[in-house]
């Protein structure tokens, strides 16, 4: 079996998306064929297509952006779509892997709708979204060496293991959403402590005015 692995991340190194991508590389088994590409700044080259094209299994990873998918991705997404359509290749089934900001995974339901929607409009089979919340937290602790399944990780390592499964026996199935084994009021106070707060005083503004409604006035 050829695996063939997409990081649409559009950071060049150390991406989340390359963490949730290499986690699920790590639990298949069966020696697959495995061959990675990152497109943060160009699309894959004409080489790099024709081994795509012999691919049994298209694995894509990317980060939302703006409940969608970031540029960079799409731009290989829509030149994936007319390299389908014109050359030969086998029944090759999609995975896709959308992790986000937010507390619930959920929140990628569009993003991996429009894969789907890639999916058909290249002649490809759809076989599962995997929708990932707190993707920068999540995937900061895999780069730091946190076993998957473990600890906060245990819902990512569970719904992990499901959809390696699916991947080595090319099985459909459901959609899967992940959020960390962790509460969300804890999550809130973190990102409030050592993101929000250090950057309004980076900028130049207070406490005060993060919590400043803004008034419109009419007419």
Avoid at 180 to 206: I, R, V, Y
Wanted: aromatic letters at 8%.
């Amino acid at each position: 079996m050829i695996i063939t692995a997409i990081d649409g991340s559009p950071k060049p190194k150390d991406s989340n998306t390359g963490a949730f991508i290499n986690a699920v590389i790590k639990q298949l088994e069966g020696n697959p064929i495995i061959h990675t590409y990152a497109v943060a700044k160009t699309v894959v080259n004409e080489e790099a297509m024709d081994e795509i094209m012999q691919s049994d299994i298209l694995l894509l990873g990317f980060p939302l952006y703006v409940d969608g998918i970031p540029v960079n991705m799409l731009k290989q997404l829509i030149a994936l779509e007319h390299a389908y359509r014109k050359r030969e290749h086998a029944d090759v089934i999609v995975y896709v892997i959308v992790n986000n900001g937010f507390y619930e995974g959920e929140q990628n339901v569009n993003a991996i709708e429009m894969v789907k929607h890639f999916c058909k409009r290249a002649g490809i089979r759809f076989g599962q979204g995997v929708g990932i919340g707190t993707g920068e937290m999540q995937g900061q602790m895999i780069r730091q060496g946190m076993p998957v399944g473990k600890a906060v990780l245990t819902n990512l390592g569970r719904e992990s293991e499901v959809l390696v499964k699916h991947i080595a026996e090319k099985k459909s199935g459901p959609n899967l959403y992940v959020r960390p084994n962790f509460p969300w009021h804890g999550f809130q106070l973190m990102g409030d402590q050592t993101f929000w707060k250090p950057q309004a005083k980076k900028n130049g503004l207070s406490v005060k005015d993060l919590n400043r409604r803004m008034e419109y006035k009419r007419g």
